[in-house]
């Protein structure tokens, strides 16, 4: 199972909005609504921020919005605040009943 | 207040074994898939294995699948990674987190090396 795409760095100024996008195959990202995102700060483990697509934990900011098209997903960050500034993962169920992460996006508040 | 406590990590030599513990408070353990996901020190998130509930299924990345292997101990609230035939690959800080990946350790890091 080879990792899903993302790229591996992403750039906004403060209150900006800019979007993660995370490719992967008909056999994860598009097979289901299964594709999750995370945060992690350095030295932290990670932290959800979207679930099956689209849901928030109620304790995840609004800023963050989740969408996918065919075998792409995306995470949207809006109001880019100084705290966003991390490393984002994405992630999807397999139709082999696995998991499978993306390569991992860093993302700088400029 | 949910807590997930990794042990178990240190240096272990190419070919050995090594057992990791992950110990569950704060939430009810026996309703949670878990699973175990690893990073290799500054590389990203792999994925490792899953265990269903009731431990009846479990699956696991192809990296591991045959050296590794999951399980669980309802009554204790504990979950486990026994991992045979250590490569220097296998390098990485593990963390338990649970099935919807909402909850996860704090990290234990296994070093293969002579």
């Known amino acids: 199972q080879s990792a899903l795409t993302q790229p591996a760095s992403v750039s906004g100024s403060p209150g900006q909005s800019i979007t993660i996008s995370c490719t992967g195959t008909?056999?994860?990202?598009?097979?289901?609504?299964?594709v999750s995102w995370f945060q992690q700060h350095p030295g932290k483990a990670p932290k959800l921020l979207i679930y099956?697509?689209?849901l928030r934990p109620s304790e995840v900011s609004h800023r963050f919005s989740g969408s996918k098209s065919a075998n792409t997903a995306s995470l949207t960050i809006s109001g880019l605040q100084g705290e966003d500034d991390a490393d984002y993962y994405c992630?999807?169920?397999?139709?082999?009943?696995?998991?499978?992460f993306g390569t991992g996006t860093k993302v700088t508040v400029l | 207040q949910v807590q997930l406590v990794e042990s178990g990590g240190g240096v272990v030599q190419p070919g050995r074994s090594r057992r990791l513990s992950c110990e569950v408070s704060?939430?009810?353990?026996?309703?949670?898939?878990m699973h175990w996901v690893r990073q290799a020190p500054g590389k990203g998130l792999e994925w490792v294995a899953v265990t269903s509930s009731d431990a009846t299924e479990k699956y696991y990345a192809e990296s591991v699948k045959g050296r590794f292997s999951i399980s669980r101990d309802n009554s204790k609230n504990m979950l486990y990674l026994q991992m045979n035939n250590l490569r220097p690959e296998d390098t990485a800080f593990y963390y338990c987190t649970t099935r919807n990946f909402g909850y996860w350790g704090q990290g234990a890091l296994v070093t293969v090396s002579s």
């Open positions: 992630s999807s169920y397999t139709v082999g009943n696995t998991y499978v």
């Open positions: 704060g939430i009810a353990f026996i309703v949670y898939g």
């Open positions: 099956e697509v689209t």
């Open positions: 008909s056999s994860d990202v598009g097979a289901g609504n299964f």
